[in-house]
């Protein structure tokens, strides 16, 4: 009976509306930036979750619509006269909602799976906790709407509820965020209750286990609340449906880990080496195999330039795997030196097709000045250890440097003038001055560095 209840609540309730919507506005939101999750699973998960900010919402709204719908056919006081408990009315319509938007979440996966599937080699298993935790909390946010839009069957309660789940999802955990920033303290590790996992993972992360069963708990905890609500005749009944999500909160809370959005961890399986021995050795992170083909030539290309003019060249190319500083939450990151043999080169920009994209020419000169780069923290972005790499790069092509945009005038004159004066010495000359900025670059001797372009000798 109940089975066939919800299959007519299937193809007659607004629980399918509901569903489409959800699909197509985050097909819509996902399918614009391809470039962020081609590949990788673990960004594929992470950035449906993102979209949360605006599913969620629409799920809640979905709910209160479908929750007053009693109220709006006037069957309230007709249903309340039977002698059925009021379960079993709730249940199959709950029951489809929650199949419908579930459904909806896992679909939006699979047109996603379609950028990850063809190129990606690594499959963090965590990536599946992530996207089921997005799911539950979906069915949470329609349950909780259905009972608010039968206890305020208005029709202004489902518009309402959507900019209460905005501001919910984001505003306030940005504002949170903000201010514990300006207080300089941590950011509370309430921000995790939200679904919307969007803060700073990097592809060399992951979203630890602890956070996953947190999450769900809490969720879970929510979603018990509101089907209780649902079912709620009584203050006595409203009271005690209200508890789950109350201890739910109080026990999910203490258990995640300080710093709000940014509670990620590294994910050794991803920064793992995957490399190409057919000549020179090239080696890329496990995340991002997929590149491999793309940047082994290139980087075979710069090698043996390096070779041929600088003394002591280094033999190898590997992709840098140190997390970004903006995916460390305020944490001081820590340096890890480079050997001498080998360059360490940025991750390459990856296509919507989840391989390298190298238009643009900009890849081979980074390679080159990566012979200059050493891991020192700070000093890499001083203005005269930047253009000093520019002009060593341009002495390995025999052309002069490239300007950049965002140099201005004077740098350009500065440029221009340490490669002409470095050009013109003898080329043993050149090869040692060279061979020494190197070594000074190796030892995060920025001054010594910086001196190429200060027409100084190194």
């Not at 996953?212 to 609500?229: H, I, K, P, R």
Request: charged content about 15%.
């Amino acid at each position: 009976m109940m089975g066939r209840i919800l299959r007519i609540e299937l193809r007659r309730s607004a629980a399918v509306g509901v569903a489409l919507l959800l699909l197509v506005i985050g097909a819509m939101a996902l399918l614009s930036s391809t470039q962020g999750f081609a590949g990788r699973w673990m960004q594929l998960a992470v950035s449906v979750r993102a979209g949360l900010l605006v599913l969620w919402p629409l799920a809640l709204a979905g709910g209160a619509w479908l929750g007053r719908r009693d109220a709006r056919n006037r069957v309230d006081e007709l249903f309340a006269s039977t002698g059925r408990p009021r379960w079993q009315r709730i249940l199959p319509t709950a029951g489809a909602l929650a199949v419908t938007v579930v459904s909806a979440y896992v679909l939006l996966l699979l047109v996603g799976a379609g950028w990850v599937l063809p190129t990606a080699e690594y499959f963090p298993v965590a990536a599946v906790a992530v996207a089921a935790v997005g799911a539950l909390s979906l069915v949470a946010a329609a349950w909780v709407g259905m009972a608010v839009g039968r206890a305020v069957p208005r029709l202004v309660t489902a518009p309402a509820l959507a900019v209460a789940g905005v501001a919910l999802a984001a505003l306030l955990p940005d504002w949170m965020t903000v201010s514990a920033v300006v207080d300089d303290r941590p950011a509370p590790a309430a921000l995790l209750l939200t679904p919307v996992y969007v803060g700073g993972l990097d592809d060399f992360q992951t979203v630890t286990a602890r956070v996953n069963l947190t999450q769900a708990l809490w969720l879970a905890a929510l979603a018990t609340t509101g089907l209780l609500l649902l079912g709620a005749a009584r203050r006595r009944g409203i009271a005690l449906a209200v508890l789950p999500a109350v201890l739910g909160a109080a026990v999910a809370v203490p258990l995640m880990p300080a710093g709000g959005y940014q509670a990620a961890a590294d994910d050794p399986g991803a920064a793992e080496l995957v490399c190409d021995d057919a000549g020179p050795q090239v080696c890329v992170a496990r995340v991002h195999a997929a590149l491999l083909p793309d940047v082994a030539g290139p980087a075979r290309q710069a090698l043996a330039m390096m070779a041929a003019k600088l003394p002591d060249a280094p033999s190898r190319a590997v992709e840098d795997r140190q997390v970004a500083s903006w995916a460390l939450a305020g944490q001081d990151r820590t340096p890890t030196p480079y050997p001498a043999d080998t360059i360490v080169f940025a991750t390459p920009t990856i296509g919507p097709d989840g391989r390298a994209d190298l238009s643009g020419d900009y890849f081979l000169p980074l390679l080159l000045e990566a012979a200059w780069r050493q891991d020192c923290g700070d000093l890499a972005t001083e203005r005269d250890v930047l253009l000093a790499r520019k002009v060593a790069a341009a002495w390995l092509t025999g052309e002069p440097p490239t300007p950049e945009d965002w140099w201005d005038a004077e740098e350009r004159a500065r440029a221009d003038s340490a490669y002409r004066t470095l050009v013109g010495l003898p080329q043993a000359e050149q090869q040692r001055r060279m061979a020494a900025a190197r070594d000074a670059a190796l030892s995060c001797r920025a001054d010594a560095l910086g001196a190429i372009v200060r027409g100084e000798i190194p």
